[in-house]
């Protein structure tokens, strides 16, 4: 298949409420749609930076995509998806949304989904969580939002910590049986202040504590994890560390793994697979992207395979979008169903 016409268009999506952490609030995403076309299929493919989760910033974006968008016409679907790391320049998201669009046509060729093109034992369902935002005094308000959910994302570190902790008592307090709370301090916390939260929360039923860490390295993770059975888990600090030393030696059980950040699917799905061979959980979610994002990670979850089923993925995010460029994935019971 050859490459007949390339489109990045940019898109500007406003949330219907600010998504607020540790690292900053967010109002708005914005981004570019990268669109490919063959004589016989059309390809597409988010590229939504997100520097304050390490990504490029949206000035680099934009320059790649002007700088070499052009260049694509003309060439071979499958030779351009093997020589995309041989542009030692590409920001992750970029890399992120032209990978898609490319291997969304070897799919739309093959006749299959992006996850079955990744792997053929991928699943046809994938659990996922729900995300109330922040840790504020009106999140009990929120409770209904996630309906049907069994595990409840929260963003903590926005607030004093003993504010927090009084905040998840309560919330675990009306939760209905069975539910479980997934924390994100995006890097919030003083070791002493991370202790203390364990301390205080041990009866609670927490799934999971992202990014606990102000300052991460793997021996202060090692002997925070060490402390508690609740899983920790690396998100966006994973760029400070040696990901070798990290999968030899894990000082944590979880990653988060985001496609918009760590360059696109494939390069996603070998880092999972690496961390499942090492004993650690892995956890799949946006970056608060498009629909075409939401869907490029949800078939990426599914392409996890059974291992992946276990456990619910961070991609009920297009909720928080007032408008956006595509339908997103359908979410029943905390389920989304991919179409064969």
Known sequence: MIIRHVACSPYRLPLRRSWVS??????????????LQTDEH?????????????????EQAEAWLNKNCDHFIG?????????????PD?????????????????????GTTIAKWLNPAAVGRVRVNANLGALDKRVLERLDEARGYRVIKLKLGVHPLEQEIERLQRLAEAVPAGVSLRLDANRAWTPEEAISLLQQIESLPVESIEEPLA??????????????????ALDESLNLFDIKAVLQHPPVKRLTLKPMVLGGLEPSL????????????????????????????????????????????????????????ANAPEIVDGVITLKE
Request: aromatic share 2%; charged share 20%.
């Open 22 to 35: 540790h690292r900053g609030a967010l109002a708005e995403r914005r981004g570019w749609l990268i669109t």
């Open 90 to 110: 590409i920001p992750p998201a970029v890399r992120c949304g032209l990978e898609t669009a490319l291997i969304d046509l070897l799919a739309k060729q093959r």
């Open 215 to 232: 300052e991460p390295d793997s021996e202060s993770l090692r002997r925070l994890q060490q402390r508690t059975a609740i899983p920790l």
């Open 270 to 325: 070998e880092l999972a697979q690496q961390a499942y061979a090492c004993g650690m959980e892995v956890v799949v979610t946006t970056t608060v992207d498009s629909a075409v994002g939401v869907w490029a990670a949800v078939q990426l979850a599914a392409a996890l395979g059974e291992r992946g089923t276990h456990i619910a993925h961070g991609l009920a995010t297009a909720c928080w979008l007032s408008e956006d460029v």
């Open 75 to 87: 060439q071979d679907v499958a030779a351009l998806l093997g020589l995309l790391d041989s542009h």
């Open 42 to 58: 059309t390809g597409i493919g988010d590229c939504a930076p997100l520097p304050t989760a390490g990504t490029e910033r949206h």
